[in-house]
């Protein structure tokens, strides 16, 4: 157990609809990360929260967004679903120490798993 | 742009064999490697963390070893039991990122049968 946690497990939600998926972090965690799995792929990056501002995006479009609350938990939302956003939605934890100008070592939660009808 | 590729993508052997999985990628301006395990439809377990100035890292029956500059790590179980079944991650973080960015391989399926 990593003390990252996701809600919900699973979800069903229909092309078009809008999504948000939660994630608190482990105790001491200041920088979230956000990733997606689909089937048979390897976890892709999102995007970074940190300080509760992006610190960086992948290559995904601006229907996905995110929020850091002042307790370091993160929303991902997703707006105008499209069957390709089916996959595992993975949320990391870590600690960053601008004074060793570094981000430490990531802790994943179970993930959820969004389905697209 | 980081492209990381794992070798094989699935193998599938007797309880007691001692395993390398491979791994490689493109950039080897690389801060640290890492090792995940994932069962399936669940979250990602950290089974090693190597940093850019180490050669390897030990757990248990699991040996990671780095080769930055030909951009390859290998993973090693030894004495394989039906327990280790699952997917194994091998994922970089690049040296000139301030985001902690991971980028990840597809995996290798491990099937141990008894």
């Known amino acids: 157990e990593t003390g990252v946690t996701q809600s919900p497990t699973h979800l069903i939600k229909t092309r078009g609809q809008q999504v948000t998926l939660r994630c608190s972090s482990q105790?001491?965690?200041?920088?979230v990360s956000w990733y997606q799995q689909a089937l048979g792929q390897g976890p892709q990056f999102i995007f970074q929260?940190?300080?509760?501002?992006?610190?960086g995006r992948g290559n995904f479009p601006p229907r996905f967004s995110g929020l850091q609350f002042p307790n370091y938990s993160s929303e991902l939302n997703v707006n105008a679903l499209e069957l390709d956003d089916s996959a595992l939605y993975l949320c990391?934890?870590?600690?960053?120490?601008?004074?060793?100008?570094?981000?430490?070592?990531?802790?994943f939660g179970p993930g959820t798993r969004l389905t697209v009808t | 742009k980081q492209e990381v590729t794992q070798i094989p993508a699935a193998l599938s052997v007797p309880e007691g064999e001692n395993l390398v999985l491979n791994c490689s990628f493109t950039?080897?301006?690389?801060?640290?490697l890492q090792w995940f395990r994932q069962d399936p439809g669940k979250g990602l377990t950290s089974l090693l963390l190597?940093?850019?100035?180490?050669r390897e890292q030990t757990s248990g029956r699991l040996n990671a070893s780095l080769d930055k500059s030909s951009g390859r790590s290998t993973l090693y179980i030894a004495a394989s039991q039906p327990g280790d079944s699952a997917t194994y991650l091998c994922?970089?973080?690049?040296?000139?990122?301030?985001?902690?960015?991971?980028?990840f391989g597809r995996g290798t399926q491990l099937t141990v049968w008894p």
């Open positions: 990391a934890s870590s600690r960053a120490s601008e004074m060793r100008g570094r981000k430490d070592e990531q802790y």
């Open positions: 105790s001491g965690h200041n920088t």
């Open positions: 929260y940190y300080r509760e501002e992006e610190n």
């Open positions: 950039d080897s301006a690389i801060y640290n």
């Open positions: 190597i940093q850019s100035s180490q």
């Open positions: 994922a970089v973080r690049g040296r000139g990122s301030t985001l902690g960015r991971l980028y």
